[in-house]
């Protein structure tokens, strides 16, 4: 048992190099081949499962320009049908047990950061039970998509061993589909379902809020206003109202951050950009980006350089109103920071500050300076560098 699955893993890189004759056999054929040596089966159920995996290989293959104007169907169609057997005897040798574990486990580590809503600040016990709850609706939807995707009966149900693995290895193949969203970005399908399950999750504690933030009037709300729940909610009421203002701005310029980059033809920023602002890991962003680690370092330079000159540069004052650091608010110090940054200006960069302020335009700040605008910007980059150095200090 040990030597043929040394033999077949040593050879599933191309495996017409040792086996020749497998380039003139019927893909089912070979498949079945490959389980009878393997796990010594050869019956009805062996005869199925293989059938079913020459089928779908057939069918990808079919509907693959690229695989068939490769002019090497036959190779792809022997590939992708030992890589889906390969996973399948995988969870065979594993056994029904172990196999389901390894299966719970893997689809959980993918679904863990997403199975519960954001606004809940919730452990691994708490996500364990979401987790349990969501996969076992999810083993029958994948149970469904088998039956429909093979043609075989409704009622269908793996019975043996083999038929077990096979589904099992469906399963993982199927949580791990990408599906193009709007956006043009792909996701993998078992993360849009768990984000769509973590979001119809109700809240934790039914509590009334008007009662919360109302006075009480009779000893039966002052009980209920008393209640650590209640206490609870209203501190954080206060503590994490969000200011609507605040996400205004912040959405400002997140959108004018996007044109910049479009415009400034950095599309690839603008990609990641979208993509960080999702939470996304790097792993993930590589993949769906489709960038090597070296490629992603390279973009990350570009995107922090042109974020820099975006906020220092063409949209400071939007930047810096975002941050409560404008110039009616002496660039974001105290007054003794404010008073300790002009004296360390020159008396030319006193003169561009006090411009800036009543808001003179540009034109007519070179025109008084009688510098060029690409020196006009380099001065005034240096003095929000500066004033960025006196809040940083403080802090």
Known sequence: MQAHTCHFVSQSTDPTTTHPEKQQSPLEFVLLEEIRDRAGLSGRSAHAVAHRIAEEV?????????????????????????????????????????????????????????????????????????????????YVESLKAFRRENEVPEDYQPRTQLELAEYMAFTEQYAKRRITLPNGYAQQLIILRAQSFARRQPKETS????????????????????????????????????????????????????????????????DYLALKLQDLPASEIDEILGLTPRQRDYLQQRFKYHVDKFARTTHWKLVHQWLDADLDQKLGMTYDQWQQFQSQLSEGDRELLALKQNQVSDAEIQT????????????????????AKMRNEAQ
């Open 368 to 387: 008084r300076l009688g510098c060029s605008a690409k020196k006009l910007q380099k001065r005034w980059t240096a003095l929000l560098d500066l004033a």
């Open 207 to 270: 509590v009334d809020l008007e009662q919360a933030v109302e006075f009480a009037k009779d000893e039966e709300s002052q009980a209920y206003q008393r209640s650590a729940t209640v206490q609870q909610v209203r501190s954080q009421m206060v503590a994490e109202t969000p200011d609507p203002w605040e996400n205004v701005k912040r959405d400002r310029v997140i959108a004018s951050l996007f044109e910049y980059l479009n415009a400034q033809g950095h599309s690839d920023c603008a």
């Open 58 to 138: 057939n069918r990808v293959c079919s509907k693959s320009d690229r695989i068939q104007g490769s002019g090497e169907v036959r190779a792809h169609l022997l590939y992708l049908g030992y890589h889906r057997l390969n996973k399948c005897l995988s969870y065979f040798k594993l056994g029904a047990k172990q196999g389901r574990v390894e299966l719970h486990s893997n689809l959980s580590v993918m679904i863990y950061r997403h199975i519960a809503p954001t606004r809940l600040q919730m452990g691994f016990s708490g996500r364990y039970n979401l987790i349990e709850d969501f996969l076992q609706d999810f």
